[in-house]
């Protein structure tokens, strides 16, 4: 009984995902009118879209998307849009109301729609949304991304298709050169810590071994208790761990008493959004290049 009902929850969980959700042409397109709800898939929407969008962004630079909290604003922002790009995969834990609010309905796309999720553990229902760490799964991004822009405005779906062709190929540049820059680090050093768990398809992509996260969770709001707290201080003293990764946008403190206790370096990188577009990581190729600088610099 109970493997029958951890197929149903499977089935219910993946087998939606992996339906393309289907967006109705609109009538009279001019600029379509289009939000994100990150900077990162702001970035690649805005790749695919070119010209013929006009974009806005909810998440302001440097926010959290874990606790990110609307305002009234952001439900006229949506209120206006043709269509909303989300991540999905239960990032956005706030967007249910607001859309609700909003009314925008059926007129939103879940990108990481046919992605393989990671799931903690036994928890079918605790899925790893930072699925953008490994540009193979931003590329099925774009696919879904085309294909929404596409099904909306029919005109320039051509556009659409060359723009989305054009980027994919520097996404399988960028993989190349991220398997490049990795190899310069020994197999043994490949040890991963962060704030909390966000790089899993970055670790499976890549060869790492995540060691564990300050907060065991995909979550940044989570608080570990001092038992998983003394855990990871002994993994990180048996394991010889070089360093703990902490994202830009969470709250440190208890990465530096954890560093504090065990002496390992904190070496901050951005996590859930980009930086301002000129700074080091304007665009998502720059944000995985300086992430995986930084991860190559410490670890090597």
Sequence with gaps: MRTLFAILIIFLLVGCASQATTVQPLEDVKDLSVVATTN????????????????S??????????????????VAKLAGADLV???GAGLEVFLDNLLESSGVGKRVVYVSEGIDLHNQGDDL????????????????????????????????????????????????KLDAWIRTKVAAIPPENRLIVTDHTLLDYFVEQYGF???????????????????????????????????VFVGKTVNPALAERLSQDTGVQLI??????????DGDAG?????????????VDALR
């Design 57 to 74: 962004v909810l998440l302001p630079v440097g926010s959290d998307p874990h606790s990110f909290e609307p305002n009234p604003q952001d």
């Design 209 to 243: 071994k995540q060691v564990g996260a300050i907060v065991p969770g995909y979550s940044s709001l989570a608080e570990p208790t001092a038992q998983e707290l003394a855990r990871i201080e002994d993994a990180i003293a048996e394991l010889g761990v070089k360093a």
């Design 85 to 87: 790009f989300a991540n």
């Design 283 to 295: 665009s998502y190729l720059d944000y995985m290049r300086y992430n995986t600088n930084a991860i």
């Design 125 to 172: 229902q605790d899925v790893d949304p930072h699925v953008w760490t490994d540009p193979n799964n931003v590329k099925i991004w774009v696919n879904n991304i085309e294909r929404a822009l596409s099904q909306a405005d029919p005109a320039n779906a051509g556009e659409y298709a060359a723009n989305a062709h054009a980027y994919r190929a520097e996404l399988d």
């Design 268 to 277: 901050f990188f951005y996590t859930g959004s980009l930086s301002d577009p």
């Design 40 to 55: 990162i898939l702001g970035d690649v929407v805005s790749r695919v879209g070119g010209d013929n969008i006009h974009l």
